[in-house]
């Protein structure tokens, strides 16, 4: 069976390249799926991208995850970080794994982005290295399956 990786991205980062460049930078959701998509080829797996802007969409699409058999999710939760008891309680009836991530350094922010919601339930978490984030993510979720498929 081909190894599934999903990478889920949250509210307003559709606007990336667009949005607060300051903080979130340049590169465009696009781009960056564009890069991870070579990542994918490289290591022979197959990778999947979604985003939303509903909190419901993206707790359907954790599900929708179980039921395909997908390996790991990378999830940059957005706002939703810090306010979805559902997005966790999905992950905790999944059981998926996942790395969550998120292009600024939350602590760096306001005092309300410093708690999250997915943080102690998560695989690890990747916070300030910009869009960089994403491919160390993926990167190191290939590397979880590899390790658990050689177990």
Same mark, same amino acid.
């Given at each position: 069976?081909?190894?599934? =990786? =999903? ?5 307003? &980062?559709?606007? &990336? %390249?667009?949005? #607060?460049?300051g903080?979130?930078?340049?590169d465009?959701?696009?781009? !960056?799926e564009?890069?991870?998509? #070579?990542? @994918?080829?490289?290591?022979?797996v ?9 909190? %419901?969409?993206?707790? #359907?699409?954790? $599900?929708? @995850?179980?039921?395909? %058999? *997908?390996?790991?999710? *990378? !999830?940059?939760?957005?706002? +939703?970080? $810090?306010?979805? !008891?559902? =997005? ?13 991530? $998120?292009?600024?350094? *939350? +602590? ?5 982005? $410093?708690?999250?919601? =997915? ?5 690890? *978490?990747?916070? %300030?290295?910009?869009?960089?984030g994403? #491919?160390? @993510?993926?990167?190191?979720? !290939? ?9």
């Amino acid at each position: 069976m081909a190894t599934k =990786l =999903l990478v889920i991205n949250g509210p307003n &980062l559709n606007l &990336l %390249g667009e949005r #607060e460049p300051g903080i979130y930078g340049t590169d465009s959701l696009k781009s !960056i799926e564009s890069r991870l998509l #070579e990542l @994918a080829k490289e290591f022979s797996v197959n990778a999947e991208f979604f985003q939303s802007n509903n909190e %419901g969409d993206l707790v #359907e699409r954790v $599900h929708q @995850a179980f039921r395909d %058999g *997908v390996n790991f999710i *990378v !999830i940059n939760p957005g706002a +939703y970080t $810090h306010t979805s !008891i559902a =997005l966790r309680d999905a992950f905790l009836g999944t059981k998926i794994p996942f790395i969550e991530i $998120h292009i600024s350094n *939350v +602590y760096k922010r306001e005092e309300f982005r $410093h708690k999250s919601y =997915l943080s102690d339930i998560a695989l690890g *978490v990747i916070s %300030g290295l910009g869009t960089l984030g994403y #491919e160390l @993510a993926f990167k190191a979720a !290939i590397t979880e399956i590899q390790k658990t498929k050689n177990l």
